[in-house]
């Protein structure tokens, strides 16, 4: 939930329509999404995507970003985002995130066309963010410790 750093909103809204509030909520949107759809393609236990939903979802609810009024308004745009996001993304268990794909889907939803990020920034803005969450799964969850010789599906829990 934390805000984007300026010279991220100035940049995208370069690419953009120009318009510094809008390039920001696209970096917000962005931002969730990542977290959430990481937490469930990146996390061992199916629960921990569940959690951070819920997280997420009432960060949301009381979102200081957002006028209380707007806030559906806010709700409906990220599922939206979130949706492309996902299908850009593709199948849980992907071993590598299309960057480019979601740089041009970002640029788009900021009001860009096509070849406006011939540097491919928005590709290492994502890079960058979704370091910063898996971090963040790792500082809240822990670390997975598995044998090397050991595939995560062939682990089991311990019966209860």
Same mark, same amino acid.
Do not use: K
């Given at each position: 939930?934390?805000?984007?750093?300026?010279?991220?909103?100035?940049? !995208?809204?370069?690419?953009?329509?120009?318009?510094?509030?809008?390039?920001? *909520? %696209?970096? #917000?949107?962005?931002?969730?999404?990542?977290?959430?759809? &990481?937490?469930?393609?990146? /996390?061992?236990?199916?629960?921990?995507?569940?959690?951070?939903?819920?997280?997420?979802?009432?960060?949301?609810?009381?979102?200081?970003?957002?006028?209380?009024?707007?806030?559906? &308004?806010?709700?409906?745009?990220?599922?939206?985002?979130?949706?492309?996001?996902?299908? =850009?993304?593709?199948? #849980?268990?992907? /071993?590598?995130?299309?960057?480019?794909?979601?740089? %041009?889907?970002? =640029?788009?939803?900021?009001?860009?066309?096509?070849?406006?990020?011939?540097?491919? *920034?928005?590709?290492? *803005? &994502?890079?960058? %963010? !979704?370091?910063?969450?898996?971090?963040? !799964?790792?500082?809240?969850?822990?670390?997975?410790?598995?044998?090397?010789? =050991?595939?995560?599906?062939?682990?089991? /829990?311990?019966? #209860?």
């Amino acid at each position: 939930m934390s805000e984007p750093d300026p010279d991220s909103v100035a940049r !995208l809204a370069a690419m953009g329509d120009g318009d510094a509030d809008h390039a920001r *909520w %696209e970096l #917000r949107y962005l931002r969730r999404a990542l977290g959430l759809l &990481i937490s469930g393609r990146d /996390s061992l236990d199916d629960r921990t995507s569940s959690l951070v939903g819920q997280a997420l979802a009432r960060a949301v609810a009381h979102d200081p970003s957002a006028a209380p009024a707007m806030r559906a &308004i806010s709700g409906g745009q990220f599922n939206a985002r979130l949706r492309v996001y996902r299908d =850009v993304m593709g199948q #849980r268990g992907g /071993s590598r995130t299309p960057l480019t794909p979601l740089g %041009e889907a970002l =640029v788009a939803y900021a009001g860009g066309e096509p070849g406006r990020d011939p540097d491919s *920034w928005a590709a290492a *803005w &994502i890079a960058a %963010e !979704l370091d910063r969450c898996n971090e963040g !799964l790792r500082q809240e969850f822990g670390t997975a410790d598995l044998p090397a010789d =050991v595939a995560p599906s062939a682990m089991r /829990s311990p019966s #209860r």
